[in-house]
């Protein structure tokens, strides 16, 4: 089976500043404090997923996850090593992602379809459904600044989910929502992997990556700490889980 993305020692570094006012760094400078410092985001990183794999990624805040989905996406580039990808990416890497906010809903649609790669005549075949999807068709003309997050996410994921992806990335957006609204995606979600396609979602809800993923990848301090079952790598995530797994087989819970 070909291989859909290849990450190869990969490091990606970040400019953290501690002064954001000449009166911080004026008082930073008298006491000989340092302005910035670098900060290792994505630290050696190699990683290989096959066309078709169903991939969760996870880790504690800052684990350096999202910034990983951002590098296979093409967001950002790597400091050091590689990313090679295998056709076209999509996804929500971000609630709002690619969405301009004193654009409409309509206006939105075209645009980020354009981000995603699509041509205009492929949105026009597609833009009824891709609206129908969303369930916003009553403010598909108001300026998007004016959605909720809900919103924000049920836009942006409909026109993700319609571009035809090979490579679906999807990064803690189905947070956001309400529950049915969640569950339709994750029926898409189930839908493209069927078709072969292959995904890498980034969570912290163990039991939705249980039930989607095949494989998962935790990663610790911008470095990789496990790769392999999903339900071992939601153990080392969560040291936790399998304590209350037992507890509540103890107690006669399902």
Partial sequence: MADAIVIDRVNKDFTLRHAHSIKEMTVRALRRQSLSERFRAVDGVSLTVEQGETLALMGLNGSGKSTLLKLISGVMLPDGGSVRVRGRVAGLIEVGAGLHPD???RENVY???AILGMSRKETDHCFDSIVDFSEIEKFLDTQVKFYSSGMFMRLGFSVAVHT???IF????VLAVG??????KCLQRIRALHEEGRTLVIVGHDAATLERICARGVVLKEGRLAFDGEVADAVAVFDP???ARDMEEELHGHP
Avoid at 169 to 172: A, F, H, Q, V
Avoid at 178 to 183: G, K, N, S, Y
């Fill in 103 to 105: 654009l409409t809903g």
């Fill in 111 to 113: 645009l980020n379809a």
């Fill in 164 to 166: 035809d992806p090979d």
């Fill in 169 to 172: 990335l999807i990064d803690e």
């Fill in 178 to 183: 309400d529950a049915p609204f969640q569950h």
């Fill in 240 to 242: 936790d889980a399998e």
